[in-house]
Nanobody, 131 residues
Framework: QVQLVESGGGSVQAGGSLRLSCATS?????????LVWFRQSPGKEREGVAA????????YYADSVKGRFTISTDNAKNTLYLQMNSLKPEDTAMYYC???????????????????????WGQGTQVTVSS
């Protein structure tokens, strides 16, 4: 069973930076797959923030974070990252990482950032940005 554990959340003032990490374990996948960051704040739908394929290395970003957030992986450490710069109060949310089944890829940003594309989820880490 694949397990994902997020860390790195916290409180920061607007304009600041945070780096989220997602440690993955338990995967028996011998091919590549997709990883993603979602976020959800109270009363709002879950939003796909950034996605990456750990073999083809493509990335997709939501318009709301493009140019401010960077998704990356360290395959040797089985860790996914989200570097968040120029944070805004509207970035406040619970952030979740997720992984797809083995061998899956996405042909568009819509599919890459859709929650239904992913099979394994972490418990989340809270990010709070104050103005």
């Amino acid at each position: 069973q694949v397990q994902l554990v997020e860390s790195g959340g916290g409180s920061v003032q607007a304009g600041g930076s945070l780096r989220l990490s997602c440690a993955t374990s338990g995967s028996t996948c011998d091919t590549h797959y997709m990883l993603v960051w979602f976020r959800q704040s109270p009363g709002k739908e879950r939003e796909g923030v950034a996605a990456i394929h750990n073999g083809y290395a493509w990335t997709y970003y939501a318009d709301s974070v493009k140019g401010r957030f960077t998704i990356s992986t360290d395959n040797a450490k089985n860790t996914l990252y989200l570097q968040m710069n120029s944070l805004k109060p509207e970035d406040t949310a619970m952030y979740y990482c997720a992984a797809s089944a083995c061998g899956r890829t996405a042909s568009s940003r819509v599919w890459a950032l859709a929650s239904t594309t992913y099979d394994y989820w972490g418990q989340g880490t809270q990010v709070t940005v104050s103005s």
